[in-house]
């Protein structure tokens, strides 16, 4: 297993899942952290089918246990942390908890269009359909991320 690489910024993550272009590849984003954790929201890490890992999560307990999941699908809301058990097993300091994304790497036009927008600087969001797994890029909202039962959005 391949440790996590340091944090990057999220271009290099995306340039990452544009570089691998590995059809079995995930992403994951951080959507909402509480108490103390090692990563704020809108941090995320894209992992190869191979375990390479670009960016971080947490730090590398939680990328590890992601590793164990990247054959699980859609998209899917994964909670860690919470119980004082779980926060060992996680290493997540103080009552940690995270929310992430897990999610397949979106498709290549989308990523080519998402980092266009990240170098030219402009505001943009990314929404996830949490049923049927669609992406698209949307206009920026005022929240980092807007999380209902069907999507999430996450802005740039």
Do not use: F, K
Request: hydrophobic letters at 40%.
């Amino acid at each position: 297993m391949n440790a996590p690489a340091p944090v990057s910024s999220p271009e290099a993550v995306w340039q990452a899942l544009l570089d691998w272009n590995d059809p079995h590849a995930r992403l994951a984003t951080v959507l909402a952290s509480y108490g103390s954790s090692p990563r704020p929201p809108g941090s995320m890490a894209a992992i190869r089918s191979d375990g390479a890992v670009v960016g971080s999560v947490s730090g590398g307990c939680i990328e590890a246990d992601l590793m164990q999941r990247l054959d699980a699908g859609g998209p899917m809301l994964l909670h860690y942390g919470g119980t004082p058990e779980e926060n060992r097993r996680w290493q997540l300091p103080c009552g940690g908890r995270l929310t992430l994304l897990w999610e397949p790497a979106p498709p290549r036009p989308l990523v080519v269009d998402l980092l266009a927008a990240l170098r030219a600087r402009e505001p943009i969001a990314r929404e996830v359909d949490l049923g049927n797994g669609s992406a698209r890029l949307v206009p920026p909202r005022d929240e980092d991320v807007w999380l209902t039962d069907a999507a999430v959005t996450i802005t740039y």
